[in-house]
């Protein structure tokens, strides 16, 4: 290759190398912007009501004991599970959706006698963590994350509820609307507190609940058909993620 040309070449390619740099910069510049004005959005709810026990207090006092045989089953959760309508997917099962948009464990943990032991399950679903890693409620170790999830687990065991605890799903960055929320959320830290999630539940004799592995793609994203913004299931996510539900619970209240 003549020289002029080779050197044509290496400037293409850093010229490449600076946009692709700018670019990802810009990316996380965007996404640190939209965490702070999620937060900022937030702030009456941390100050005032950090657990939003407020979301369920009413609808809980409408919960009667279970009935004899009634195998109740409580999903515990961030949006995801807020999301998800348990009617549609369960029907006929007594199983009540306490999900909320956006939480994180600390949350969760601050509300979990409210919303799940009052209201004295067989089984408790969590599905949490995919806001804990994005800093919803500000910068929190993995290590953190566990030891509210240990909490969670014996604390129901405490009170005879049988504990699943589900992976935290994958996401992807496939959509324009998925930007934000991908670049908030390290693939490398969700499969990590999976890998401690698994190795927890067998330790502790618990129900792991894997939603990852059928929903992951060949990249190790969330599967492009599965969630308009790379994060909440869709119709199709859902119809993944019900029949492994319903196996676990089916586990968990195996004698």
Known sequence: MPLTSLRRVLQLASILSLAACACAQQSSWKASKGLEHYRSSRTAI?????????????ANTKVGAPVPGENRVVFFGDSITDMWPLAEYFPGKPYLNRGIGGQTTPQMLVRFREDVIALQPKVVVILAGTNDIAGNTGPMSLEDVEANYAS???????????VVLSS????????PESQEL?????????????KWLKEYCVANGLV????????????????????????????????????????????????
Not at 50 to 57: C, D, I, K, M, T
Not at 152 to 162: C, D, S, T, V
């Open 46 to 58: 941390y100050m005032n009501d950090f657990g939003e026990l407020a979301r369920y207090r009413e």
């Open 152 to 162: 969670f687990a014996e604390l129901a065991k405490a009170h005879g509820i049988r």
């Open 208 to 255: 792991y609940l894997d939603y990852f592995t059928p929903m992951v793609d060949e990249q190790g994203l969330l599967k492009r058909n599965l969630a308009g913004d790379g994060l909440h299931p869709n119709k199709t996510g859902y119809s993944i993620m019900a029949p492994l539900a319903e196996a676990a619970i089916g586990k968990a209240l195996q004698p």
């Open 182 to 194: 991908f670049a908030d959320r390290s693939p490398a830290k969700i499969l990590e507190l999976n």
């Open 168 to 175: 935290v799903l994958p996401i992807n960055n496939y959509s």
